[in-house]
T-cell receptor, first 115, second 114 residues
Framework: SAVISQKPSRDICQRGTSLTIQCQVD?????MFWYRQQPGQSLTLIAT?????????ESGFVIDKFPISRPNLTFSTLTVSNMSPEDSSIYLC????????????FGEGSRLTVL | AQSVTQLGSHVSVSEGALVLLRCNYS??????LFWYVQYPNQGLQLLLK??????LVKGINGFEAEFKKSETSFHLTKPSAHMSDAAEYFC????????????FGSGTRLLVRP
């Protein structure tokens, strides 16, 4: 099993600022995923972070708004840039437990509130 | 594209009663189907997964789900609810050949009354 640590667990941010969320996994994984869970809604995949290559973004999400780093096989960051109140969400990092199974492990999430 | 529909944003049952959470998916041939649970202030945990090996899938904490191709359903059940089952439950389907790319339903919040 994988243990996933996210930081910060929560933050209150001002409009127009940017915040970087860190995700640390206790074992090496090929792909890491970033999801967004808006208030009262389900999870939406933002992007897939591959080590050694550019992240792959889903429709509706762009690199300028959500730049992602993946410097090694156990760590990734997601930056939420130029935040607005609409970005208030829980951002979750996840990894596939065993490659090819679709079984995801999730971090506890980072709850962002943008004022 | 795949989609998942969960009927009922909130379900309330008495402790000891049957739990039934409904999930329907858009395709008749889904690669994988999942149920995840999210306890308050925690990340999601995998409850169970369907992979075509058996239509009735048993998961953790006494939950199980039955895949019904004719109804494109994957409803989650538990014979007897416990107070600790109160949580948000998400049904998910993997998309096409990308087994890791999950499409989540809108979630159902289970309330358990004493």
């Amino acid at each position: 099993s994988a243990v996933i640590s996210q930081k910060p667990s929560r933050d209150i941010c001002q409009r127009g600022t940017s915040l970087t969320i860190q995700c640390q996994v206790d074992s090496q994984v090929t792909m890491m995923f970033w999801y967004r869970q808006q208030p009262g809604q389900s999870l939406t995949l933002i992007a897939t972070a591959n080590q050694g290559s550019e992240a792959t973004y889903e429709s509706g999400f762009v690199i300028d708004k959500f730049p992602i780093s993946r410097p090694n096989l156990t760590f990734s960051t997601l930056t939420v840039s130029n935040m607005s109140p609409e970005d208030s969400s829980i951002y979750l990092c996840s990894v596939e437990r065993t490659r090819g199974t679709g079984e995801l492990f999730f971090g506890e999430g980072s709850r962002l509130t943008v004022l | 594209a795949q989609s998942v529909t969960q009927l009922g944003s909130h379900v309330s049952v008495s402790e000891g009663a049957l739990v039934l959470l409904r999930c329907n998916y858009s395709s008749s041939v889904p690669p994988y189907l999942f149920w995840y649970v999210q306890y308050p202030n925690q990340g999601l945990q995998l409850l169970l997964k369907y992979t075509s090996a058996a239509t009735l899938v048993k998961g953790i904490n006494g939950f199980e789900a039955e895949f019904k191709k004719s109804e494109t359903s994957f409803h989650l059940t538990k014979p007897s609810a416990h107070m600790s089952d109160a949580a948000e439950y998400f049904c998910a389907v993997s998309e096409g050949d990308s087994s890791y790319k999950l499409i989540f339903g809108s979630g159902t919040r289970l309330l358990v009354r004493p």
